[in-house]
Nanobody, 123 residues
Framework: LQLVESGGGLVQPGESLRLSCAAS????????IGWFRQAPGKEREGVSCVSANGATTNYVDSVKGRFTISRDNAKNTVYLQMNNLKPEDTAVYYC?????????????????WGQGTRVTVSS
C-alpha cells in the first residue's frame, strides 16, 4: 500500500483546508488510515484516524469539533477536513496505514507512510 498526501498550503487563522490521502494498492479497503502531524521542533502527534469501513473515527482533543476525517473507498482516498485553523495547527501532515483505528494514535503501529503535506496557518 502506497499513500500520497496533498492539499496543504498557507492559510490565515480561521480558514479551512482539506487534505487528501490517496492510496494505491489492493488492500486499501482493509486498512485503517491515520493522520499525523509534526511541527518544527516538536514530536510527531497523532491527529485522527478512520477505520477501514469508515464506521469508526477518532480525534485528538485539540482538533475535536474542528477537523473531520472521512474516506471514500471507491476512490481509495481519505480526507481530513480542517476548519477554523489555528497557528498551532502548523505542521507537516502525514497519513499512514494500520489495521485498527484506536486512541491514542501511535505512529509506531502505522506503516506505509506518505511523504507529507505542509500546512501553515499564519496571518
Amino acid at each position: 500500500l502506497q499513500l500520497v498526501e496533498s492539499g496543504g498550503g498557507l492559510v490565515q487563522p480561521g480558514e479551512s483546508l482539506r487534505l487528501s490521502c490517496a492510496a494505491s494498492g489492493l488492500s486499501f479497503d482493509y486498512h485503517s488510515i491515520g493522520w499525523f502531524r509534526q511541527a518544527p521542533g516538536k514530536e510527531r502527534e497523532g491527529v485522527s484516524c478512520v477505520s477501514a469501513n469508515g464506521a469508526t473515527t477518532n480525534y485528538v482533543d485539540s482538533v475535536k469539533g474542528r477537523f473531520t476525517i472521512s474516506r471514500d473507498n471507491a476512490k481509495n482516498t481519505v480526507y481530513l477536513q480542517m476548519n477554523n485553523l489555528k497557528p498551532e495547527d502548523t505542521a507537516v501532515y502525514y497519513c499512514a496505514a494500520d489495521a485498527l483505528c484506536r486512541m491514542p494514535l501511535r505512529g509506531s503501529e502505522y506503516d506505509s507512510w506518505g511523504q507529507g503535506t505542509r500546512v501553515t496557518v499564519s496571518s
